[in-house]
């Protein structure tokens, strides 16, 4: 079991820059991978970025343009994203999510077991 809390959300102006936290705890957070997805109302939810369990190894959405940065910490019980030159389009519900399935599965919402609850990022022009 892995429980999840983000946290971090807001609303701000187009091109400022903002960190989300994604809090996790359980059994086997440990052993998790996490990603960071967003939906917007009447969207699917996209994936936006993944860090394996053991924090060598990243994996990010085309749409970033190397924007944003997903990030562990050394206890392995705290995941980021670093979100820059934020734009209107990147308004959504962000959520982080855990998942004990290889690094090439990452980038689909499937491979996913556990959810938190969202964080709503909204950003203005």
């Known amino acids: 079991q892995v429980q999840l809390v983000e946290s971090g959300g807001g609303l701000l102006q187009a091109g400022s820059s903002l960190r989300l936290s994604c809090a996790a705890s359980g059994r086997t957070v440990s052993r998790a991978s996490i990603g960071w997805f967003r939906q917007a109302p009447g969207k699917e939810r996209d994936f936006v970025a993944a860090?394996?369990?053991?924090?060598?190894?990243?994996n990010y959405a085309d749409f970033l343009k190397g924007r944003f940065t997903i990030s562990r910490d050394g206890a392995k019980n705290m995941v980021y994203l670093q979100m820059n030159d934020l734009k209107p389009e990147d308004t959504a519900i962000y959520y982080c999510a855990a998942t004990n399935q290889p690094f090439r599965l990452l980038d689909r919402r499937s491979s996913y077991r556990y959810w938190g609850q969202g964080t709503q990022v909204t950003v203005s022009s």
């Open positions: 860090i394996s369990w053991t924090s060598n190894y990243t």
